[in-house]
């Protein structure tokens, strides 16, 4: 392939071309690109069709499923026509549509620990779109040992979350999440819900990171975790650092893939989640009853805001640590907005835990009722 741009490429990347961080010598590199996206959904819907009309030489779309109408409400690289048909046999007609002059490479399949290492290799960059912990995972320890960064995207209901991780100097998914909570303590993937909207905000800030590291331009978010609300239309970054104990970017123990256990539960009936609300625990705490407050976020969440007093356990950490939670006090379980916590309760319902609640409305409530110095995220 030839370094130098046609004059038909000169043509359909013009805008791009006089930006001083792309140029000529900028566009001939995206030509000369490999990018690798895993899952052609929701998030992989904006990624594909951005980067396509970015001009990235070569893309790659890993998926096995096929277009369903309930998909349509977010997944826009298909059409009503396309139900029922491959979603890879979908993007393909749609991608050349837009940019002819992209190669695309189809894996008709599941990405797995028997696959992952081969479908990966070769590719600059790994986009990860997909919606599941299992895959999740797979991704990021095929992206450390291969050494290839992986851009990260989540959602779920109205809130995002986007990173770029697994490089040499910076964190991987398993900084952030050593592993995925066990089954039952999160609530169901098609059960939660989404806004429509909501993955093409994250899918194109992906696209965004996956283009500033083609062209080697700009601050990525290497180092930063991107939490998006689509609800209070607020955009935050914590600060995440690689773990050294990290068992995959730290301490190398995972040396071959392997398939990470999990399965989506529906949360489970509020009739069985005993609730207080942040006024009622304030006024408890006042008159100095003795509650024990548990805090089910990340570490890198409680290092945003925190409220005093508590443990952290984080959720996927609670059936290793759950013997160590006293059964003579009366746990409140928190977390950002609650649900979690509501997963930690029903957990621990089903431990025999009894004097045990879930703060309603999570920190965020908190904020908002109680104490507005805690930041609201």
Known sequence: M????????????????????????????????RVLLVGIG?????????????GVGQLGLVDCDAVELSNLQRQILHGTRDVG???????????????????????E???SAANALQL???YDVVVDGTDNFATRYLVNDACVLLGIPNVYGSIFQFEGQASVLATSDGPCYRC???????????????????????????????????????????ESLVGRLLLVNALSMEFR?????????????????????????????APAPASRIPEITPRQLADRLARREDLLLVDVRETHEWELCHLDGATLIPLGELPERAATLPRDRELVIYCKGGMRAAQAVAYLQGEGFTRIRNLSGGINRWSEEVDPTIPRY
Not at 42 to 54: C, I
Not at 85 to 106: H, I, M
């Open 2 to 33: 030839s370094a130098v741009l046609t004059p038909q490429e000169t043509l359909r990347y013009s805008r791009q071309l006089m930006l001083p961080e792309v140029g000529s010598a900028g566009q001939s590199r995206l030509k000369h690109s």
């Open 42 to 54: 929701g998030l992989g819907s904006p990624l594909a069709l951005y980067l396509a009309a970015a």
């Open 85 to 107: 048909r491959s979603k890879l046999a979908s993007a393909r007609d749609r991608l050349a549509d837009l940019n002819p002059q992209v190669r695309l490479e189809t894996h």
């Open 109 to 111: 399949t599941r990405l």
């Open 120 to 122: 990966l290799a070769g």
């Open 176 to 218: 952030l999440f050593r592993s995925p909570p066990p089954p039952g303590l999160v609530p169901s993937c098609a059960e939660g819900g989404v806004l429509g909207v909501l993955p093409g905000l994250i899918g194109t800030i992906q696209a965004t990171e996956t283009l500033k590291l083609l062209l080697g331009t700009g």
């Open 237 to 265: 970054t914590v600060k995440v650092r690689k773990d050294p104990a990290c068992p995959a970017c730290g301490t190398h123990e995972i040396t071959t893939l392997r398939a990470e256990e999990f399965v989506c539960a």
